[in-house]
């Protein structure tokens, strides 16, 4: 696709499904509603504040992104969840323990009407997890239908004239791609046998793309992450994006790794370890579950580094991350980065980060974005792998072949650029010459 594409409008409401009503979804939909009643600025979100500058410095062309692009607006959204945890959103929100009262409780009649649907969930994915807000099917078939007609009824109940989904549950035990998950075909057949190499994301995420509903996926399970679903969304229109919301170590880690490289300075070990006391710091105490997790955040120091066309300085790069369930902590986690560096002729130098972090505060706005762009490219007819929503994500997903664009400043500029090419304009390449007179 290279020509400007026709973009339908932002008419309507727009519902917003979350698969996972815990910390982050909870997190996000009070911070929409405060932001709705002006008690809250929406920070951190790109498309809630973040400006685009267009054509040249000289023409002063820099609108907000909302202004140039048509989104959907606050007041459009309507929010609707799953969780085998029958809280609703004020009583998730309170025991995730994010927002204090003074926040909640103004918003809590709201918070209230958010009541998760019963959840496709089974303890053999999400170990450390009991609920009983679960549906019930003979086989995974019978609980994708029981989904898709969850999700004709939010649609129809709320009057909503376009959905997205952002899976916001808990991290699932690691899997590997195989054969049934290699074509549609091979799903649906496993669906039907209940193929326990079949998760319940994604089933979710099976569902959404068979309903043409847009779908991110926060966690790094795999979800739709496999062939059969990657190649479904793009037979059928859909656009899709994951793995993992980039917030936290791993946010800092690209933002460091990338201006240590840009400076040519060696590495020669990168020590990172968190302390966090929330549910998701229960769930990820269970090793199958952390398997995942880790898989999702040791990669991403290998793809910005390239250690293959720097040996002399990342060759020997040594990178350990850690995750310890510490409940006194809650949502408040804090992680601790040791970086051993080198410089001019092999002198070494330490550089010690330590991030009080609050998570889902970080995580929220992300949700929000990948929303609110997620449906503009569906009303732009783009389908399949979003890779230009790498920003958000610790393992992007991306076509067959390529590597992952790891850089947080390679993936803001793509967001970028993209967001330009969307709106009928010319890409920036920094390039300048037209400012200087090189004759
Ligand atoms: N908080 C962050 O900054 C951050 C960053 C990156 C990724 N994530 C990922 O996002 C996800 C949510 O994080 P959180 O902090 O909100 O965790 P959380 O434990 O507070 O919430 C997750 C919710 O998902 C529910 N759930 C589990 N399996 C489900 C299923 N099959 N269907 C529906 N609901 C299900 C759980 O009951 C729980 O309420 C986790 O996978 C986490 O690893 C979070």
Same mark, same amino acid.
């Given at each position: 696709?290279?020509?400007?594409?026709? #973009?339908? %409008?932002?008419?309507? *409401?727009?519902? !917003?499904?979350?698969?996972?009503?815990?910390? !982050?979804?909870?997190?996000?939909?009070?911070?929409?509603?405060?932001?709705?009643?002006?008690?809250?600025?929406?920070?951190?979100?790109?498309?809630?504040?973040?400006? #685009?500058?267009?054509?040249?410095?000289?023409?002063?062309?820099?609108?907000?992104? *909302?202004?140039?692009? +048509?989104?959907?607006?606050?007041?459009?959204?309507?929010?609707?969840?799953?969780?085998?945890?029958?809280?609703?959103?004020?009583?998730?929100?309170?025991?995730?323990?994010?927002?204090?009262?003074?926040?909640?409780? %103004?918003?809590?009649?709201?918070?209230?009407?958010?009541? %998760?649907? %019963?959840?496709?969930?089974?303890?053999?994915?999400?170990?450390?997890?009991?609920?009983?807000?679960?549906?019930?099917?003979?086989?995974?078939?019978?609980?994708?239908? /029981?989904?898709?007609?969850?999700?004709?009824?939010?649609?129809?109940?709320?009057?909503?004239?376009?959905?997205?989904?952002?899976?916001?549950?808990?991290?699932?035990?690691?899997? *590997?791609?195989?054969?049934?998950?290699?074509?549609?075909?091979?799903?649906?057949?496993?669906?039907?046998?209940?193929?326990?190499?079949?998760?319940?994301?994604?089933? @979710?995420? @099976?569902?959404?793309?068979?309903?043409?509903?847009? @779908?991110?996926?926060?966690?790094?399970?795999?979800?739709?992450? #496999?062939?059969?679903?990657?190649?479904?969304?793009?037979?059928?229109?859909?656009?899709?994006?994951? =793995?993992?919301?980039?917030?936290?170590?791993?946010?800092?880690?690209?933002?460091?790794?990338?201006?240590?490289? /840009?400076?040519?300075?060696?590495?020669?070990?990168?020590?990172?370890?968190?302390?966090?006391?929330?549910?998701?710091?229960?769930?990820?105490?269970?090793?199958?579950?952390?398997?995942?997790?880790?898989?999702?955040?040791?990669?991403?120091?290998?793809?910005?580094?390239?250690?293959?066309?720097?040996?002399?300085?990342?060759?020997?790069?040594?990178?350990?991350?850690?995750?310890?369930?510490?409940?006194?902590?809650?949502?408040?986690?804090?992680?601790?980065?040791?970086?051993?560096?080198?410089?001019?002729?092999?002198?070494?130098?330490?550089?010690?980060?330590?991030?009080?972090?609050?998570?889902?505060?970080? /995580?929220?706005?992300?949700?929000?974005?990948?929303?609110?762009?997620?449906?503009?490219?569906?009303?732009?007819?783009?389908?399949?792998?979003?890779?230009?929503?790498?920003?958000?994500? =610790?393992?992007?997903?991306?076509?067959?072949?390529?590597? +992952?664009?790891?850089?947080?400043?390679?993936?803001?500029?793509?967001? =970028?650029?993209?967001?330009?090419?969307?709106?009928?304009?010319?890409?920036?390449?920094?390039?300048?010459?037209?400012?200087?007179?090189?004759?």
């Amino acid at each position: 696709m290279t020509d400007q594409p026709e #973009i339908k %409008p932002a008419e309507g *409401r727009l519902g !917003v499904l979350l698969p996972g009503f815990g910390a !982050v979804a909870t997190t996000f939909v009070a911070g929409v509603e405060a932001a709705r009643q002006g008690i809250a600025e929406p920070i951190g979100s790109l498309t809630q504040l973040n400006t #685009i500058r267009l054509g040249k410095r000289t023409e002063e062309r820099t609108p907000l992104i *909302r202004d140039f692009v +048509p989104l959907a607006s606050l007041d459009q959204l309507v929010f609707g969840a799953w969780d085998p945890i029958a809280d609703d959103g004020y009583d998730s929100a309170l025991g995730a323990g994010v927002l204090d009262r003074r926040h909640l409780d %103004p918003l809590e009649d709201f918070l209230r009407s958010v009541k %998760p649907m %019963p959840a496709v969930f089974h303890k053999d994915y999400v170990r450390r997890l009991d609920g009983n807000n679960v549906k019930s099917g003979a086989t995974k078939m019978e609980l994708a239908e /029981a989904l898709r007609e969850d999700i004709r009824r939010f649609r129809e109940e709320n009057e909503c004239d376009r959905l997205v989904m952002v899976w916001c549950g808990s991290t699932e035990i690691f899997l *590997r791609t195989g054969p049934v998950h290699e074509t549609l075909e091979a799903f649906e057949e496993g669906l039907r046998s209940s193929d326990p190499n079949i998760s319940p994301s994604m089933i @979710y995420a @099976y569902a959404a793309v068979l309903e043409g509903i847009p @779908y991110a996926n926060g966690a790094p399970n795999l979800s739709v992450d #496999i062939p059969a679903l990657e190649q479904a969304a793009i037979e059928r229109g859909v656009p899709v994006a994951g =793995k993992d919301f980039k917030t936290g170590q791993t946010l800092m880690k690209t933002i460091l790794a990338p201006g240590l490289k /840009a400076r040519m300075l060696g590495i020669d070990g990168w020590f990172s370890t968190n302390i966090l006391g929330n549910r998701d710091g229960a769930v990820l105490d269970d090793p199958d579950s952390f398997k995942t997790k880790e898989e999702s955040k040791l990669g991403v120091l290998e793809h910005i580094l390239q250690p293959e066309m720097y040996p002399e300085l990342y060759g020997k790069l040594y990178h350990k991350v850690r995750i310890n369930y510490y409940p006194p902590r809650g949502d408040n986690k804090e992680g601790w980065d040791n970086i051993d560096i080198t410089g001019w002729m092999g002198y070494g130098m330490q550089i010690k980060v330590d991030f009080l972090c609050r998570d889902s505060i970080l /995580a929220a706005p992300i949700v929000l974005d990948l929303a609110l762009f997620l449906d503009l490219a569906g009303r732009t007819g783009m389908k399949g792998i979003q890779e230009w929503l790498s920003f958000y994500f =610790k393992s992007p997903q991306v076509a067959e072949g390529l590597y +992952p664009e790891h850089d947080l400043f390679i993936q803001h500029k793509k967001l =970028k650029n993209t967001l330009r090419w969307i709106g009928g304009e010319e890409p920036l390449t920094h390039l300048g010459t037209e400012y200087y007179d090189y004759e």
